[in-house]
């Protein structure tokens, strides 16, 4: 493990925790008054800086993380989970269309972080990761079961997502969680939000005449395979979650 990942783990939870609030409190009421409009790429660029500062005196040790997070090993764990998450959140979105169809007043959720392609590729990930797993999981697992720790993390990271995309990325959160337990190297799940995010908008680009959701076949299709995806994301879970449970007794 390098002096990043060991530093990373030390950043203090209620200082993280704190930062988020005030920021999102600050932008509720600079909005809301129309004082000025803060996008959400403005607070994870601040947020990232807010790691910069704290890690600035291991940042030149993080060569060798993320060499070993393009390793063929790390590519093997995430690719998988990226590729079946993106069937998982196709699969919601559709759900969640049609609950909003039978029962508008569920459309609560909000996207309080992605806003644009270079927050969604470049700096969520880098934000998101550092925050939700390199603070949150690792602090969390200190004081309560590392399942908790995993499952409040991820139930945090999803809360900031829209209502079609709650389920699939608490999933996500899950997963992410689980693959940097895995390999100790924060990079490792930074690596897989970005694969993740860039495939996401990539269809999105591509599907410029919204066949994914007009094809009544090719939604049959990502239905099935979206089912598909939770039960082996599911077994995927439940067995590296025994997993690591078993190393912290």
Not at 21 to 27: R, V
Not at 38 to 60: A, G, M, P, T
Not at 137 to 145: A, D, E, G, T
Not at 147 to 154: I, K, T, Y
Request: charged share 10%; glycine share 4%.
């Amino acid at each position: 493990m390098s002096l990043f990942n060991e530093k990373l783990k030390q950043i203090s939870l209620i200082e993280t925790l704190s930062l988020l609030i005030i920021l999102f409190i600050i932008q509720f009421f600079l909005n809301t008054l129309n004082i000025i409009q803060i996008d959400s790429i403005w607070i994870c660029i601040f947020i990232i800086f807010f790691f910069i500062f704290k890690l600035r005196n291991e940042l030149s040790t993080i060569g060798l993380d993320i060499k070993s997070a393009l390793s063929g090993d790390s590519l093997k764990l995430v690719l998988p989970v990226v590729i079946l998450n993106i069937f998982l959140s196709y699969g919601c979105l559709y759900l969640a269309d049609y609950l909003l169809v039978i029962t508008p007043e569920f459309n609560f959720g909000f996207n309080a972080i992605s806003t644009g392609l270079i927050s969604t590729i470049i700096l969520s990930p880098i934000c998101e990761e550092l925050t939700f797993r390199g603070v949150f999981v690792s602090r969390l697992k200190l004081i309560v079961p590392t399942v908790f720790a995993v499952l409040v993390s991820s139930l945090l990271f999803a809360s900031l997502h829209g209502f079609g995309s709650v389920i699939s990325a608490f999933v996500f959160g899950i997963c992410m969680a689980i693959v940097y337990l895995k390999t100790d190297n924060i990079f490792v799940p930074i690596l897989a939000h970005f694969l993740n995010n860039v495939f996401a908008e990539a269809i999105v680009l591509l599907d410029g005449n919204h066949i994914f959701f007009t094809n009544s076949s090719l939604m049959c299709i990502m239905s099935v395979m979206a089912a598909v995806s939770f039960v082996l994301i599911s077994v995927f879970i439940v067995r590296e979650m025994k997993i690591l449970n078993n190393n912290n007794l």
